[in-house]
């Protein structure tokens, strides 16, 4: 079996005259030209080159080569040229994934723009929560909130996004009923069962009664704005919630930072370009909502002392 990159390397030494002028052309030194030719006469069994002290001289052998080296090379460049062509328009599948919160409640309005812009572009979102292969293409584009920098994968493109902090909040109505003197227990709304967290003891509304949890998102933001209790929330989801108000007396922690991630060759294909560039600038602008500081939702009533 010929292997084309020696091809390469043949051809460049018939045109260049010389190892110097190839090693030259193709970005490489010049033992790695002499290699190529040397696996390349192996594999045919004959000697392509007559080394005089002008340069390098086809042998007859090599006459007879360089004619298919030059079909080669020309099926070559129309493979390349239709797979990227196709691969450089404005079309086909990109599956892009990221956390359900991201979708819902950040980048929905974003996701629906790039899908007007790109008409041709057949977008699927993967919002299950669980971590996609890339490499595997499981995903082309993975959107992700990555609390240490040193945990992401080194095959993988990574492009860094804004930091995310998050922020403890209960609903205003119910922060209103506790200012009022209402004894009604307050819970802390998780996701998991790890006690009682910090911002459930620190804040100055404290807990009071036994724990709500439950595994969905969108139902720990429903239970919050019921009143059950309050619960820890990125700001972008909180901050923009009218029936929610930040928790008094509680800070703002980082959740983590956003990465956009591509595969290596993926990552080369238009649409995969068009997409990671768009969403980039669009989280850039959304930096000051995931930093808490856009939207100032500070308490407007505060609880009664007595607790």
């Known amino acids: 079996m010929i292997d ?3 091809v390469r390397y043949f051809l460049a030494v018939a045109r ?18 002499l290699r190529r030719i040397a696996q390349l006469e192996e594999s045919l069994g004959a000697q392509m080159f007559e080394k005089l002290p002008s340069g390098y001289r086809l042998t007859a052998a ?5 004619d298919l080296a030059h079909q080669m090379e020309a099926s070559s460049h129309l493979l390349e040229t239709r797979v990227f062509g196709r691969d450089q328009s404005a079309r086909g599948l990109l599956r892009v994934t990221l956390p359900p919160f991201l979708a819902t409640h950040l980048l929905m309005p974003d996701l629906a723009d790039f899908a007007r812009l790109h008409p041709d572009i057949e977008i699927e979102i993967l919002t299950t929560g669980e971590v996609a292969n890339l490499t595997n293409r499981e995903a082309d584009v993975a959107v992700r909130i990555v609390a240490d920098r040193k945990t992401l994968p ?3 493109h990574s492009l860094k996004g804004p930091q995310l902090f998050s922020g403890v909040y209960i609903s205003r109505d119910r922060l209103a009923a506790l200012s009022a003197g209402k004894p ?3 819970r802390w709304i998780v996701i ?7 911002w459930a003891r620190e804040a100055e509304v404290h807990t009071t009664g036994a724990p709500f949890r439950t595994p969905d998102a969108e139902t720990q933001i429903i239970a919050a704005q019921q ?10 989801v909180g901050d923009t919630d009218p029936l929610l108000v930040r928790v008094p007396g509680t800070n703002l922690p980082m959740h983590g930072t956003l990465w956009l991630l591509t595969q290596g060759e993926t ?5 995969v370009r068009l997409f990671t560039e768009f969403v980039s600038r669009r989280l850039a602008a959304h930096a000051p909502l995931l930093a808490g500081l856009s939207v100032s939702r500070e308490a407007t009533v505060q609880p009664s002392p007595a607790r």
Do not use: Q, Y
């Not at 090599?62 to 360089?66: A, K, N």
């Not at 998991?192 to 910090?198: A, L, M, R």
């Not at 990552?267 to 649409?271: D, L």
């Open 184 to 186: 009604d227990p307050i």
């Open 4 to 6: 084309w990159d020696d």
């Open 192 to 198: 998991d069962n790890h006690g009682i967290p910090d």
């Open 227 to 236: 009143g059950i209790g309050m619960t820890k929330l990125p700001c972008f």
């Open 154 to 156: 080194l095959n993988l």
């Open 16 to 33: 260049g005259g010389s190892v110097r002028a190839a090693a030259k052309r193709l970005g490489v030194n010049h033992a790695t030209v």
């Open 267 to 271: 990552r080369k294909t238009k649409r």
């Open 62 to 66: 090599g006459e007879e080569v360089l």
